[in-house]
C-alpha cells in the first residue's frame, strides 16, 4: 500500500468559536488557539483542522461565508490568523482549513450581485427558478426545516438553498464560478494552508431540472436528496478541482459527504481518479436514529456498529482510504452517546477512543473528546444557540403539537450544541474559556472535567489519547494493516485484528457496563507477544485465549 503522511496523521478538529477566547469577548478566536498550540503538540496531534473562521454574518456558525478570503471580525485578523499558522508549522504540525462552496452568504458579493438583475454577470452564479403552481419551484426539504427555496420578489424568481434562507446554493454548473473557487483555494494553499476539509462537497452537481421528491405521508415537503447527492457531474468537478488547484500543491483532502455509500466513496477516493484523499460518511453516525431520522431516538446495536464499520474498512482497502471520526462540530458527545458519561466515564472514553483508532485510516479527535467532555442539559430551549435545534424545535413544538419535554429529550441527545459548548481548560469561571460571558454556556461539568485536571493526571483519558497517537506513530500496522472482524454475533464485544506482513494486532473492546467473558475463537491463529495498551490495569494472570473484560474494557495485543 502506498505510504503518505496524511494517511499516518491524526487530526484536531476546532471549532474557534468555542475553543479559547483571548480577549474577553465570551468569543473563541484565533490568537487564543495561537495560545493553546503547546497542549495540542503535547498531545502529539499531526494536523489541526480549523473550522471556518472567514467573514460571515454567523446565521450557520461561520458556515454562510461572505469573504472566503477575509477573517471574521470577532476570529481577529489575517495577521493573527498568519502568526496562528506560522506557530502551527514551527511545531511541525501543519494546517487544514474548512472550504464551504456549495453554498455561500446571501452577505457574499456575488450574491449582492445577483440579486441587482436577471442579466447581472452574477446571476448565474446560484441556482435561479420561476415558480411552480403558486408556490415554489420543486417540493425539497432544507437540512433546517422548511422549502429549500426563497422567493426574491424584486425579480419574481426563487432561489435555492439547501440548507438556511441566508446560505444560497452556488451553480457549479457555471465555468466561472468554478475558476474563482479553484483561483480561492491557490491563494490560501500559496499562503501555506495544508489541505481541506470540504463541507458537504458531494451536493455540489444537481440533476437538471430539479425533479420533485418523494414525499413521505404526512409530511409537507418531499426528500430531494436522489437528486442532489452525488449528482450527475460531482466526479467531473472534483476531478478539475484537483488538476487546477490541489494537484500543484502537496496538500491533504477529506470530504464530507452526506448519503455516500461504500461504492461511490471508492470513486471519491481512489488515487487514480485524481479527486479527494478521503471522505467522511454518516452511516455509522446514523445508527442510533430511528426512522423520523435523527430526531427519533434508538439505542444503537452494537451488530449494526460492526457491520457498517466492517463494511467501510473492507470496502475502501487498498482502493481508496477512511476517515476516522466519532465526534465533530455536528456530532453529539460520544461518550455520551455510546459510552456512560457518569460511572465509567473515563473507562468508556478510553474505549471508544481505542476502538477507533486502531481501525485502517486517519482518525480526527474532536476538541474536548480527549479529556472526555459530555453532552449538556440547558434547563430551556432559550439557552442554544444552533439554528438546526431552534428551527426544528419551532416546527415540532410552536408552530406543531409535538410533546416538548420530549422534544428536549432529543436535543439533549442529539443537538449539536452537545459538541459546541466551551472547551473547558481548568476549573476556573466559564472553565478558563474566558474572561467574559460566553457565547454558548458552559458545561456544569467543568470543575471535574478539564484540561488542567487531565494533563496533571496520568491515568486521564488525555494520556491515553497521547499513547495511542504515539502507538499509531511507532506501529506501521495500525495505519496500513488489513482489517477482519472476529466475534461477528457478539453483542457487547467488538473484536477485530489488523494483518501486515505476518504481524498481527488483536483489539478487543467491551462497549457495556458490564463484565464479559472473552473467548479466542478457536479458528482465529493469534499468538500474543506483548500488550501493547489497556484502558485498566492488567495482571499477568490476565492471558489470552480467554478472560473476563470489565466493563468498558479495552485491549490491544501484538503478537503473530
Excluded: C
Excluded at 452564479?125 to 426574491?152: H, L, Q, V
Excluded at 478457536?522 to 466493563?551: C, R, W
Amino acid at each position: 500500500m502506498k505510504q503518505a503522511w496524511w494517511k499516518e496523521s491524526v487530526v484536531y478538529q476546532i471549532y474557534p468559536r468555542s475553543f479559547n477566547d483571548s480577549n474577553g469577548d465570551g468569543i473563541g478566536d484565533i490568537p487564543g488557539i495561537t495560545e493553546k498550540l503547546d497542549y495540542l503538540q503535547d498531545l502529539g496531534v499531526d494536523v489541526i483542522w480549523l473550522s471556518p473562521v472567514y467573514q460571515s454574518p454567523n446565521d450557520d456558525n461561520g458556515y454562510d461565508i461572505a469573504d472566503y478570503q477575509a477573517i471574521m471580525d470577532e476570529f481577529g485578523t489575517m495577521a493573527d490568523w498568519e502568526e496562528m499558522l506560522a506557530g502551527i508549522h514551527q511545531r511541525d504540525m501543519k494546517l487544514m482549513m474548512d472550504l464551504v462552496v456549495n453554498h455561500s452568504s446571501d452577505e457574499h458579493r456575488w450574491f449582492q450581485e445577483a440579486k441587482k438583475a436577471k442579466d447581472n454577470p452574477y446571476r448565474d452564479y446560484y441556482i435561479w427558478r420561476s415558480g411552480k403552481d403558486g408556490g415554489a419551484p420543486n417540493n425539497w426539504e432544507s437540512f433546517f426545516s422548511g422549502s429549500t427555496w426563497e422567493y426574491d420578489e424584486a425579480s419574481e424568481e426563487y432561489f435555492l438553498h439547501l440548507f438556511s434562507k441566508k446560505q444560497p446554493d452556488l451553480n457549479w454548473e457555471n465555468p466561472r464560478l468554478r475558476e474563482e473557487i479553484y483561483q480561492m483555494m491557490r491563494w490560501w494553499m500559496d499562503k501555506g494552508v495544508d489541505g481541506f476539509r470540504m463541507d458537504v462537497i458531494n451536493l455540489i452537481s444537481k440533476v437538471p431540472g430539479l425533479p420533485d421528491g418523494a414525499k413521505p405521508e404526512g409530511h409537507k415537503y418531499g426528500d430531494g436528496s436522489p437528486y442532489y447527492m452525488n449528482g450527475p457531474r460531482v466526479h467531473e468537478f472534483l476531478h478539475e478541482m484537483n488538476q487546477e488547484a490541489l494537484s500543484k500543491y502537496d496538500v491533504m483532502t477529506v470530504g464530507e459527504t452526506p448519503g455516500v455509500n461504500v461504492e461511490e466513496a471508492k470513486k471519491y477516493t481512489n488515487p487514480e481518479r485524481e479527486e479527494l484523499q478521503m471522505v467522511f460518511q454518516f452511516e455509522h453516525m446514523d445508527l442510533d436514529s430511528g426512522p423520523e431520522g435523527k430526531w427519533d431516538l434508538r439505542p444503537l446495536q452494537l451488530r449494526d456498529l460492526k457491520d457498517s464499520i466492517s463494511k467501510w474498512q473492507n470496502g475502501l482497502h487498498g482502493v481508496g482510504w477512511n476517515s476516522l471520526y466519532l465526534n465533530n462540530h455536528d456530532q453529539p458527545r460520544v461518550v455520551s452517546r455510546w459510552g456512560d458519561d457518569q460511572i465509567y466515564r473515563v473507562e468508556s472514553a478510553k474505549m471508544l477512543g481505542t476502538f477507533l483508532h486502531m481501525l485502517q485510516g486517519t482518525p480526527y479527535i474532536y476538541q474536548g473528546e480527549e479529556i472526555g467532555m459530555t453532552n449538556v442539559r440547558f434547563d430551556s430551549i432559550d439557552d442554544y444557540q444552533d439554528i438546526e435545534i431552534l428551527n426544528m424545535y419551532k416546527d415540532k413544538v410552536i408552530e406543531g403539537d409535538a410533546d416538548p419535554d420530549q422534544v428536549m429529550e432529543s436535543i439533549y441527545v442529539k443537538g449539536r450544541d452537545n459538541a459546541r459548548t466551551p472547551f473547558q481548560w481548568d476549573d476556573s469561571a466559564n472553565a478558563g474559556f474566558t474572561d467574559g460571558t460566553p457565547w454558548l454556556k458552559v458545561n456544569g461539568n467543568y470543575p471535574e472535567i478539564n484540561a488542567k485536571q487531565a494533563v496533571d493526571d496520568e491515568q486521564s483519558i488525555y494520556h491515553y489519547y497521547r499513547q495511542l497517537i504515539q502507538l499509531r506513530k511507532t506501529h506501521p500496522i495500525i495505519v496500513y494493516g488489513e482489517y477482519q472482524l472476529i466475534l461477528d454475533d457478539h453483542e457487547q464485544i467488538y473484536a477485530y485484528l489488523r494483518h501486515d506482513e505476518g504481524e498481527k494486532l488483536l483489539v478487543i473492546t467491551n462497549f457495556s457496563d458490564q463484565s464479559v467473558d472473552f473467548q479466542l475463537p478457536s479458528d482465529v491463529s493469534f499468538q500474543a507477544e506483548e500488550l501493547l495498551i489497556s484502558n485498566y490495569d492488567q495482571t499477568a494472570a490476565d492471558s489470552l485465549p480467554a478472560f473476563t473484560l470489565k466493563p468498558y474494557e479495552a485491549r490491544v495485543y501484538k503478537g503473530v
